[in-house]
């Protein structure tokens, strides 16, 4: 069974996301574990956290966190990194209740740092962070990113930078977005290119460090920097992008959710997941 879904709302309830994500053909999806724009929120409710244990199994569903934005592990601000610190400690222990094997992460800005500061700012909150949850199984995913102004992670070379600083690298994994990278500069169009770009990834990081795959096209040209997603096949990357990476076996387990443009009924989720389910060889 590939694992192909969507980012699901967990308002009403962590456990809402299960039905949400069951009711468009998901059999995977990615959740915020609290609210994404806040710093902190009431913790889980033990009722709310059985509720959803029992409605995954049943289900069966494949199920990932995303972390909340306000995070920056690469900021250089005793204030925000504290509270960067707090949120991500929370967070790690939400999505240890819910039994979930990963949460994604954006790996910060370094605002008014050196490039390689803010790389060893990250690395050294990361191992802040996995060595006072060393009990826990949940690892952290870093994401690629698009490299919008001072955001890091634009390239596989960053990203094996902060995990080679790292003592806890165990717990470290990577979640490749097809938006960022294309925007980044990573070809996913050509034949080439593609072939290229795994190349690379495989050299610095190690496939076996890929954890998930957002699949998000791109409004932005390739090169842009600019993080905009867009419905499959309506962007810079196009149909051919997507057939290539969803036919590749070396993906085949991997969980691969969409990120794009939502709307109230999830119609346009549907039509995503239809649209990829599609490109699937047989």
Known sequence: MRLLGAHMSIAGGVD??????????????????????????????????????????ESRLFVFAH???????????????????????????????????????????????????????????????????????????????????????????????????????????????????FAAGYDLKTPAGYKKCWEEFDRLIGLNKLAAIHLNDSKGALGSHKDRHEHIGQGSLGLAAFKQLLNDQRFTSLPMVLETPKDPDQDQDKKNLQLLASLFET
């Not at 949400?20 to 009722?47: D, H, M, Y």
């Not at 990361?126 to 690892?139: F, G, I, P």
């Open 16 to 57: 809402k996301a299960i039905g949400r994500g069951l009711a468009i053909g998901c059999t995977a999806i990615q959740i915020f574990v609290k609210n994404n724009n806040q710093w902190s929120s009431k913790p889980l409710e033990q009722n709310e956290i059985n509720r959803f244990l029992a409605a995954r199994q």
């Open 67 to 181: 972390a909340g934005y306000l995070i920056n592990l690469a900021t250089s601000d005793p204030v925000n990194r504290q509270k960067s610190i707090d949120s991500m400690l929370d967070e790690l222990a939400r999505s240890a209740q819910l039994q979930l094997p990963f949460i994604v992460l954006h790996p910060g800005s370094f605002l008014t740092q050196t490039t390689e500061a803010g790389i060893k700012s990250v690395a050294a909150n990361l191992d802040h962070l996995l060595a006072r949850t060393v009990k826990s199984k949940v690892k952290i995913a870093l994401e690629t990113t698009a490299g919008q102004g001072t955001n890091l992670g634009q390239t596989f070379a960053e990203l094996a930078r902060i995990i080679n600083l790292c003592q806890h690298q165990d717990r470290l994994a990577v979640c490749f977005d097809t938006c960022h990278a």
